[in-house]
Each structure stands twice: as structure tokens, then as C-alpha cells.
């Protein structure tokens, strides 16, 4: 009898001893499917969107800004003294995977409405081992109306641009990203395409405490046959770099690339800065408001 009583009470001790072990390691599987802390510092690498969306309910202010090109040297300054170009805008957190955001630009007086929205995330025990955002704008065009040549009509001063960005954390210190695209515009000069292919590689190195290096490498892909009168005015890739240092509300970039404008498909189709004095210094500064 006493031998029974033992064996039950061992036996009760085993059962809820392995019960607590699965209940553990149920809880560090649910653990390990969390999302891994952030990329990115910022919704922005250089000119374009990281992975990065804002948390719900969460406000950003963000400011653009991009000097003249190198191309007269120290005439200009190095460009400091030619004319710039600046965005400001703000995105918001709907949820913690869907932001929305508006801004305006000073060079082609565009309006933007942008938005970007998580569809996967890379988790702790890599069952994920990427993250996927979907990120998209539509911009009007709000310059003279003498600017769009003849036979105007409002539809021709839209534009829109989508991409895909894929980005994986290797570690605390590296994180990386490639982002092909898509960018329209519903009117153009007849020296340009409406349409074209885009992508988008780069990455983030931390290298002390909240100092980041970053870099990214644009190139635009035509999809239509280039016509001869055309090929002077393909677009060049960009290839940009920043300091960032970054902060629990501020995140403040330094740059140094090749793209002037500041909007996606702006830069995508248009630009034509080399890497002789195509050069531009700019910055970006991010405000989070929680």
C-alpha cells in the first residue's frame, strides 16, 4: 500500500515537472516567432524606404534636404551655395504593419501621399528569415501648366511608383535589403519613358552605439525599345552613402549621393548626375512623436 502511495505521488511529480517543461518551451517556441527588433533605424536609408514602419499611432516628421551638385566645385561651395532641394512630410502608424504619410517637394512642387505596409517579418528563430514590405505613392504634379506642353489635362500630373523591399538583419550590426520597383508617370517629355523597372540594393552597418554607416546602389531599367533620340537622356544609377546616428526620437543622416531629387520616381527616371560631379551633400532628419 505505501509502495502505491509512493509510486502515485512520484508519478504526480513527473507528470507536473514535464507538463512545467513542455509549458516552457511552448512559451520560448512563441517567444522565438517575435519579430526581431528592428533593421533599421529609420523609414529611410538614404532616398529610398527600409523596412522600417512607424508604431501604431505613431507621428514622424521628417525633413529633406539636398544642395546643388559639385559640378562648378568651390564657385558654389561644393554646391552649398546653388540651389536646393527640400521635402518635408509626416507618416503616421495606423497599425503597427500599415503607415500612411503626406509631403511636399520644392524642386518638382509635388504633392505626395505615400504608404507602406509590412507583409511579413523576420523572426527570432528564423521560421522567417526575411522581412517583406509593400511601399507605394501616387504624387501630383503641381507645377504651371505651361510646363506640361500642349494639349494639358489634369490626369497628366501623376505619378505613381511601387516596390517591394526585402531585407534580412544578419546581427546586431548588419542589416541588408533589395527592393525592385515599378514607377509610372501619366505624362513626360517624348525624350523620356513613362515606364520603368527600378531596384534597389543596400544596407546598414553599425559601428558604434548609436553611429550607423549606410549605402545604397539605385539603377532604373527601361521596358520599352530606347530610341536613338533617347540614349543622351537614359538615367545614371545612383550610389549614395550617410553617416546616421540615431537617437530614441531623432534620427539624423548625412548624405552624400547622386540623387537631387528627392521623390522616388523623380530620381528613377530623371536623374543623369555621374560619378565625376554628379556628386550631392545633403541630409535627412526623422522626429518621432510616441
Known amino acids: 500500500m505505501k509502495i502505491n502511495k509512493v509510486l502515485t505521488k512520484n508519478l504526480v511529480i513527473i507528470t507536473l515537472m514535464a507538463a512545467n517543461m513542455f509549458n516552457t518551451v511552448a512559451q520560448e517556441e512563441e517567444k522565438d516567432k517575435r519579430p526581431v527588433p528592428e533593421p533599421f533605424a529609420s523609414t529611410m536609408l538614404i532616398d529610398n524606404q527600409t523596412s522600417v514602419i512607424p508604431n501604431a499611432k505613431g507621428l514622424q516628421f521628417v525633413i529633406h534636404h539636398r544642395f546643388g551638385t559639385f559640378e562648378n566645385g568651390l564657385n558654389d561651395l561644393i554646391g552649398i551655395y546653388a540651389p536646393s532641394n527640400i521635402r518635408m512630410g509626416f507618416n503616421y502608424g495606423i497599425t503597427d504593419r500599415l503607415m500612411v504619410g503626406i509631403g511636399t517637394e520644392k524642386n518638382n512642387k509635388a504633392q505626395e501621399l505615400h504608404w507602406k505596409y509590412n507583409i511579413a517579418s523576420q523572426t527570432r528563430s528564423n521560421s522567417m528569415p526575411v522581412t517583406i514590405t509593400y511601399y507605394g505613392n501616387g504624387v501630383i504634379d503641381a507645377s504651371d501648366e505651361s510646363d506640361f506642353g500642349t494639349n494639358f489635362k489634369s490626369i497628366h500630373r501623376l505619378s505613381y511608383f511601387n516596390q517591394l523591399i526585402v531585407s534580412r538583419k544578419f546581427s546586431e550590426k548588419l542589416s541588408l535589403l533589395i527592393a525592385p520597383g515599378f514607377l509610372h508617370f501619366n505624362a ?24 550607423n554607416l549606410l549605402c545604397e546602389y539605385d539603377k532604373s531599367f527601361a521596358i520599352e525599345e530606347v530610341k536613338d533620340y533617347e540614349e543622351d537622356y537614359l538615367p545614371e544609377g545612383n550610389l549614395g ?41 545633403g541630409f535627412n532628419l526623422t522626429v518621432r512623436f510616441y
Open 188 to 211: 513626360v517629355d517624348s525624350v523620356y519613358q513613362n515606364q520603368k523597372l527600378t531596384l534597389t540594393v543596400g544596407g546598414k552597418f553599425n559601428i558604434y552605439n548609436n553611429i
Open 241 to 281: 552613402f550617410a553617416a546616421e546616428i540615431a537617437t530614441g526620437t531623432h534620427t539624423f543622416q548625412i548624405v552624400l549621393a547622386q540623387y537631387r531629387e528627392i521623390i522616388n520616381q523623380y530620381n528613377f527616371a530623371y536623374n543623369t548626375n555621374d560619378l565625376k560631379d554628379g556628386w550631392v551633400l
